[in-house]
């Protein structure tokens, strides 16, 4: 048995190790940038200029990240053929549940796979990634690509790309600078 005391343990001298600033978001904050993702639809369509599709497409992906808690590499790299049924969830239909490939790897290791279950609390996503499959997707003329998110070039959508997108929903929302991506991950009580 090992006995601790002050002088043969380490100090914890911050309540936080991570980076200063970083953390998690709150209920309220999650609200706030899906909301701004969604008016930013709407405001492109009332102007009546191009790009209503990829911010749709984005406001979807943001909605992703968090219902799956995904994160940027791994949701860069989605295909279709990723979301599967889930059979104790028939409800679900094709969207029970997501099978990550590109998962976080350990130093020298490859990526490591995991599936991610729809869970009852976020089931709002399987109408949505619906809709994106069966009617954004194919206006954005993807022809026989198999990434899930489509660039307007027929392109896979880049993890910058993905960075870029939160931080235009997060400014338009008024969030502190210091969130990112992966803050959504990771949700705060209200």
């Avoid at 998690?24 to 790009?51: C, H, N, P, S, W």
């Amino acid at each position: 048995m090992q006995i601790c005391h002050e002088w043969n343990t380490v100090a914890h001298l911050a309540e936080l190790e991570c980076r200063p600033g970083r953390r998690a978001l709150t209920y309220d904050e999650v609200q706030a940038l899906f909301d701004a993702a969604d008016a930013r639809v709407e405001q492109i369509r009332a102007r009546g200029r191009k790009g209503a599709l990829a911010a749709l497409r984005d406001a979807v992906i943001l909605k992703t990240v968090y219902a799956f808690g995904l994160r940027r590499q791994e949701t860069a790299r989605l295909d279709l053929a990723d979301f599967r049924r889930n059979p104790r969830a028939p409800g679900y239909g094709g969207f029970g549940s997501v099978q990550v490939r590109y998962g976080k790897a350990s130093r020298g290791n490859p990526p490591k796979r995991r599936t991610v279950l729809t869970v009852p609390e976020l089931d709002w996503i399987v109408d949505l990634l619906g809709e994106s499959v069966e009617d954004v997707r194919p206006l954005l003329t993807p022809q026989r690509h198999p990434a899930l998110w489509i660039t307007e070039r027929c392109g896979r959508v880049s993890v910058r790309h993905l960075n870029n997108a939160f931080a235009a929903a997060r400014e338009e929302a008024e969030l502190p600078g210091e969130l990112d991506l992966h803050s959504l991950r990771h949700i705060l009580p209200a």
